[in-house]
């Protein structure tokens, strides 16, 4: 019998709720439900109790689909204002000193910025970069000697607010939230098998309010981030340029965007749906895909620069999965190949499922990546938790003296 | 320019009256529509060459006309809503006249929805009741009015007072006469501009372009306008433009606080270089909280000795930053750029897009080193889209 999980994603366009039982760490998916998320923009809430409705109406979908009550989630957050930051820990060392877990622990801590209740932005996510021993980098410090350890650790940080609106939409659901997890980060759980972890790989999750990025080089995070562009740019874009509601542009991109110009079609039109009988209007299809193609082709540039700068594309050799709404887009994969110079395919959830993708999850997988990859963050993390003797365990060891 | 890309739809009885007015000062070709309920009303309509009049909701009204009552009058366009949207066609920019008040006015919201759904951009001049009118009318215009404001891509509201002067002793039938020729000579010049190909032109394409894409988009706007003759025209034009009651409608100056100002010249081939000078000079000099001006020029031969300017006022960026610049404030600011007029100005930049349909202009913009990435990318890098 295995413990059963619940992941909670509240993205732009849809609020997720999606299930799975957790065997000895690896994940069977169980059920999912969702509804049309209200009142959160570019991935920030912006009205809670909206939210926290879409999370009652999920929960009881579940309910209904699973028989089981849902009591405690993770849930994944986004928005343009995650920040990330290299911080180095140091501890010095003495002379032939076998460096432990203690000294990599102390290292650890010290690169931990204090907390400050009033500053705007709070820690989201730390993750362990590389380690160096008297400045030369090392996989695991564990048996070495040297004068100097440092570990160097990614920090994710989120805007305060942002954080704790999430959290009072989760309380308001009547849900405790385990944790809070970059969606970036889950989506990279769910796509990247350890191969790719270690050959260096880019995960893209194009939303509706946001783009997610995340590196993962030699099994680490080595660089992440969010862009608050989304596919509701691209509808939006269709709106302004043609002039049309956004339900007409939305139905638009669905119908005839495209991430790059398709020659076979420049001279075709699309019918255009229109509230009234006659005279329906249309438009060139040319023009809408120019306008979807320069705003992927924007969106697309402004990652690849940040990851330049990072210094991480050297080292990405394993190609980008791209996942998310938008990555439906079609000739999406190729326009990120073309721009990053790295072969493109799209994510499909795969990484420590005990049985393969089936149904609901199996049709548009890439849009349920992250989703899936909290659940699959959540039970690796509680596989690797000490687990709690019981209590009969510990009256058993109390008589035995 | 194509005359179908511009329209002229007049709403109801009084709007069909200037719609006229404004087909006998318009100088270039007009394709106008005369929408009405009353059928009593459109046969006194003098016919003439690209105007035509269209009685609807006759099933449902028998040509009696609405009796004053707004639904009706919208349900009567909804009954004929596909031989209107066949009589629309496809213009590029639609200019739609309605005097609220009336039954038939509650038309106007409506049709203005079916322009918007066929992407046509809308400029609207809606006229207020007189004063002395009765209740009913003025409830039934403040009911419309922002109705009409949520669906246009830009509209000016004219108090019938304010265009009728504010003189008392005027006979009431020469009231409606005077309101009918000062709005439809205004009009008729703007027409003009638009419709002639000038050195500078300002056609229904760049009008549309500022009206859907620029600041404008959504907001209200002020104008007015005044022709002028003899050697010190230009001077005289930007007086009387300055001192127009049209751009003080509640005592507030709307062209000092105007974030964008559209200026249309219409002369003769006598037109020089330094009036076209005096008039933005003085024009930039008054407008503190200017962001953008756009000037379009038309030479007509009959026209050879006189100077017509009108100038539409849009925005009123620093009304809304809470700095308005009430009337006979601006001469003691000396008439430069205040610093609330830059506040203005960086908070612009910041979503340029305005309000009309960006679904992101009340989220913080996503900024990316100078660019604003809520604004559409094809539109940054000036790409210009097939039709």
Known sequence: MGIVLGALDIGTQTTTLVTGECVDGRLSLLARAETPTQGVKKGIIRDITAVADGIRRVREEMDKKLRVEIYDVVAGFSCGDVTTLVRPGRVSLLPGHLINEEDVADAEDNARAPEDPDAPNRLLQRFRQKYEVNGQPVATPLGMTGAELVANILELTAPRTCLDSLTSAVARAGLRLDEIVFSGIAAAEAVLDDRARDDGAIVIDFGAGTVDYVAICNGVVAAAGALGVGGNHLTNDLALAFHITQGQAEDTKLARGAAMLQPDLANARHTLRTPFSAGDRTISVHAIQTVTTERVDETFRILRDRLRESDVLPHVHGGIRLTGGTAALPLIAEQASSIFGLPCAIGVPGRNLATPLADPFIEEPYRHATAIGLLNWRCRTLAREPRKPSWLARLRAYIAG | ?387
């Open chain 2, 1 to 387: 320019m194509n005359a179908d890309d511009l329209l002229l739809i007049s709403v109801g009885g009084a709007a069909a009256t200037i719609a006229r007015r404004v087909a006998e000062n318009a100088s270039a070709p007009l394709r106008a529509l005369i929408l009405d309920t009353d059928d009593a009303t459109l046969q006194a309509i003098t016919p003439a060459v690209g105007v035509s009049t269209t009685v609807f909701g006759a099933k449902r009204l028998a040509g009696r006309g609405t009796g004053g009552d707004r639904n009706l009058g919208a349900s009567a366009l909804r009954d004929d809503a596909s031989q209107i949207q066949a009589q629309i066609g496809a213009p590029r920019l639609a200019v739609l006249l309605v005097c609220c008040g009336g039954g038939t006015s509650g038309a106007a919201p409506l049709l203005l929805e079916m322009l918007r759904a066929l992407g046509v951009a809308t400029l609207v001049f809606a006229t207020t009741p007189f004063a002395f009118e009765g209740d009913d009318r003025h409830r039934c215009a403040k009911i419309i009015l922002p109705t009409l404001a949520a669906q246009a891509d830009a509209i000016t509201t004219v108090p019938l007072d304010l265009l009728a002067g504010g003189d008392a002793a005027l006979p009431q039938a020469e009231a409606f006469a005077r309101v009918a020729d000062r709005l439809g000579a205004g009009l008729g010049l703007l027409w003009s501009l638009i419709a002639h190909a000038g050195f500078l032109p300002l056609d229904a394409e760049r009008f549309r372009r500022f009206l859907t894409h620029d600041v404008a988009g959504g907001r209200p706007f002020c104008f007015a306008e005044a022709v002028c003759a003899g050697e010190r025209r230009a001077d005289d034009a930007l007086a009387r433009l300055l001192a127009a009651p049209r751009f003080r409608p509640d005592g507030v100056d709307c062209l000092a606080n105007a974030a964008q100002i559209v200026v249309g010249v219409l002369a003769g081939p006598d037109l020089r270089l330094c009036e076209l000078g005096v008039l933005m000079t003085g024009l930039r000099a008054h407008c503190v909280a200017l962001q953008e001006a756009y000037l379009g020029t038309a030479n007509e031969a009959s026209r050879e000795g006189t100077l017509a300017v009108v100038v539409l006022a849009f925005g009123q960026a620093l009304a809304e930053g809470g700095g308005r610049v009430e009337e006979g404030v601006h001469e003691a600011r000396g008439g430069g750029r205040s610093r609330k007029g830059a506040k203005a100005k960086a908070a612009a930049r910041a979503n340029p897009l305005g309000a009309a349909r960006n679904r992101f202009n009340d989220v913080e913009p996503t900024l990316h080193g100078d660019q604003n990435l809520d604004t559409p990318t094809y539109l940054r890098r000036g790409i210009r889209l097939a039709r």
